[in-house]
């Protein structure tokens, strides 16, 4: 890919995702024709913060330093008001029973929808209550910004491991070739 079709393929992408918010309900769908789905309050806002970064370092001229590029506001609503179960956890839609699947994924997403940003830059959009309020999570590993960092740390102060077995042994021939096309796919 050159530099202006990348760009375009993020664009299209970005317009894929935005349209999967559903206007009345303000959940996302999982694709076009199907109903709002709590879990994907993660699976597609999720890619949004993916999508903003690397169009911003497409150099992207338009993007929001305070938002996504979706309704952050109105997937809260939807989460806080439908996907809650009284007694506990959260669900796919009103009517569905509650699972650990799409608690989860629902508070997952619900994060993204609270928090904008990274480590140096953030900005908050909490629905209702302070008490409202979740820690922000990674977009790619689920976990507190935090932990990512500390964990590339702990691999980074790693050695690199010795490799020890034989050459044309059958781990080797099945390994390298795809290593090395997947670095120099990424570079080009
Ligand atoms: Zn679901």
């Not at 929001?64 to 008001?81: G, K, V």
């Not at 590993?141 to 702990?154: S, T």
């Amino acid at each position: 890919l050159n530099h202006v079709s990348l760009s375009a393929v993020l664009l299209y992408k970005t317009r894929w995702v935005v349209s999967r918010q559903m206007r009345f309900e303000g959940g996302f769908q999982g694709r076009c024709n199907k109903l709002v789905d709590g879990c994907y309050s993660f699976w597609q806002a999720g890619l949004l913060p993916l999508l903003h970064r690397a169009l911003f370092k497409e150099g992207e001229s338009e993007l929001s330093r305070q938002r996504w590029m979706f309704e952050q506001q109105a997937l809260q609503e939807y989460i806080l008001l439908c996907c809650q179960n009284p007694t506990g956890g959260l669900l796919d839609k009103p009517g569905k029973s509650r699972d650990f699947y799409h608690t989860c994924y629902c508070l997952s997403g619900l994060s993204i929808a609270q928090h904008f940003g990274n480590m140096d830059l953030h900005h908050k959009i909490i629905l209702g209550r302070e008490e409202n309020r979740l820690a922000p999570t990674h977009p790619v590993y689920n976990i507190c910004p935090e932990k990512v960092a500390q964990a590339l740390q702990h691999f980074h102060r790693l050695p690199v491991p010795q490799d020890n077995r034989q050459p044309g042994a059958s781990a080797d021939r099945l390994s390298e070739p795809t290593t090395a096309s997947t670095s120099a796919d990424l570079q080009s």
